[in-house]
């Protein structure tokens, strides 16, 4: 009886504890929200990290959530820019396009004060990286029956896979799977309605991926991942049991766009303007909204660098050219002094029979005849002999001594 007692003492006297860490003042934990939460390649993600009672002098401090898949959850690395916090409670990253996790805390130093990390929210890619999460069947919606696997793909031996529930709960598959090398079995149960995705041994998020779970009499079979621009997708709508015996009507963003007897519905060439909630409708039954995402094919997406690139080497090539002239100019007698090999032959056997000029202590007097060359390059068509030409002589440090050639 004693035993049992001081078991229950301990419970409350933790319970206690855990309510005091979550919520003393100056020590709670602040919330952080994401936006958007699933990214379209290279969108801005603005981060937003708020708590009670954080007035004026507070500075916030931003984190990229790191999987560690050996040990905890996460680990956290501070993002560029925010190693001395900022004095807004709003933090943008430019460019993102990969699934990421992240975290926020804020601190103040008069007086001093803190507050714990909040808990980690995601932002989520549907395009595949160096790690990929892949569904069977391969379709968003799946009836309870139905077994449903994902696997985890790329160059790690390393893998979990977590899932965030849509009441915001984070776990990962300890907890509601089987693991089978890199392949996950997820049970069979309504409550497996979530995003889901792969993390590495390394550190690396791959892409995520819808999976509804509803009991339900139809559903639609739509793809997990982004479809490319210009491809072939086709949707259907599946019965639980046996066929339709009605017209199936299938509907995006509410509209109806297509009503007939089949159970299908293709699109040729998808494009951007095909992007939207699809469901499906057959006898009264209604499936559950799916979204289908679309991409730039790589050949349109890599037109967008294009004028960006073009105007990067033009840049270059006008910078290569500016070097090249003053070059030239600085030393312009090797540039643009060529005589005809005829003449410099001549001027070779005159140069000859000159007198020499006194070297400088280094043995350096070409500088006299390059400018010599010149200077009966200017006198064309006179004979050497008819005009005597002076020229600046360098012996040595000194300057100004004048020689007649």
Known sequence: MGRALLSVVLVLFLLNTLLHFEHTEGHTRPVLTVSPSWLSPGALVTL????KDLSTGWRFYWYEAV??????LYGFKMLPGSSGGTEDSSFTIHGQTYTAGYVCKAERVTPKNYTYYSKPKFVWSGDFRSAA?????????????????????????????????????????????????STFSIHKHTNNTAVYWCETGSGQFS????????????????PVHPVTEGDLVTLGCKPEAGNFTSRVLFYRNDELIQNDTRGEM??????????????CESSGNVSPLSWVAVKLSRQESSSYHLPLTVGMVCCSLLVILLLLFCCCRKSKYLCFARAPQSQRTDQTEQEESQ????????????????????????????????????????VGAALGNKSAV
């Open 48 to 51: 937003n990290c708020s708590a």
């Open 67 to 72: 999987p560690q898949v050996s040990g905890s």
């Open 133 to 181: 999460a892949r569904v069977r069947p391969d379709r968003v919606q799946h009836f309870p029956s139905e077994s449903v696997s994902v696997r985890c793909e790329g160059s790690s031996s390393e893998w979990r896979l977590m899932r965030l529930s849509a009441a915001g709960h984070l776990s990962n598959y300890t907890n509601w799977g089987e693991m089978d090398k």
């Open 207 to 222: 892409n995520a991926v819808n999976i509804t779970v509803q009991k339900k009499d139809i559903i639609l079979t739509s």
């Open 266 to 279: 293709g699109i040729s060439a998808v494009s951007g303007s095909d992007e939207g909630f699809y469901r």
């Open 355 to 394: 007198p020499k000029v006194p070297s400088s202590p280094d043995g350096s007097h070409h500088v006299t005849y390059a400018v010599i060359q010149l200077q009966n390059l200017r006198n064309k068509g006179k004979s050497v002999a008819d005009e005597t030409v002076y020229s600046e002589v360098k």
